[in-house]
């Protein structure tokens, strides 16, 4: 067990909906990022969040936008769903958000559009 | 853009037996991570390797890396069962921020 939390575990959801997925960080820690993890992109990363304010981006769709609240706990909102947005999804945290920080998984939330 | 090259992509090997798993990236850094992926499952760290020439050790796994070659590799020694999983190599370098970028992983089935 990381400490991250990630809920829900599971989603199945429609296209054209829109869901939220949420992550707690391991205490202690202020960075948050986001992966999406899909068998024909592999893993990639999302975003980034360091103490509230969006550190860096990556192959996130404009479909995707992420927060961190004060209490450093992040969503990661996916709207208009496409079938190919179905994948695993997964929050990681580390301490400073620095290059020289370990990263910490949770457990995933798979999301299943339909 | 980096890239992360790891082979083979699918591994089975027999119990007691000794491979490796290389991972090459394009770009130079000097920190390459280690995880492990159980089916369904989140990953796993196994190894961080911070500087070039660093080699770490954990049971039957053993991971160094090459800087200067741009290489990393984790090695198996006389495999068991319990090290069937997937395994991915991942990097980050300043310019892009504190992202990893991960490796296809290598899927490890290792038969009794």
């Known amino acids: 067990d990381s400490g991250v939390t990630q809920t829900p575990k599971h989603l199945i959801t429609a296209t054209g909906q829109r869901v939220t997925l949420r992550c707690s960080p391991r205490s202690g820690d202020l960075s948050v990022y986001w992966y999406q993890q899909s068998l024909d992109q592999g893993l990639q990363f999302l975003i980034q969040y360091y103490n509230g304010e969006e550190r860096a981006k990556g192959n996130i769709l404009e479909r995707f936008s992420a927060q961190q609240f004060p209490d450093l706990h992040s969503e990661l909102n996916l709207s208009s769903l496409e079938l190919g947005d179905s994948a695993l999804y997964f929050c990681a945290s580390s301490f400073t958000g620095e290059r020289y920080n370990e990263q910490f998984f949770g457990p995933g939330t798979r999301l299943t559009v339909l | 853009e980096l890239k992360v090259e790891q082979n083979p992509l699918f591994l089975s090997m027999q119990e007691g037996k000794n491979y490796t798993i290389y991972c090459n990236y394009s770009?130079?850094?000097?920190?390459l991570y280690w995880y492990r992926q159980d089916p369904g499952k989140s990953l796993e760290s196994l190894f961080v390797l911070l500087s070039n020439g660093a080699v770490k050790q954990e049971g039957r796994l053993m991971a160094s890396l090459d800087t200067k070659a741009r290489l990393s590799t984790l090695h198996i020694t006389a495999a068991v069962h319990d090290l069937s999983a997937t395994y991915f190599c991942a990097v980050d370098i300043e310019e892009y921020g504190n992202k990893l970028v991960f490796g296809a992983g290598t899927i490890l089935r290792v038969k009794s």
């Open positions: 770009t130079t850094s000097d920190r």
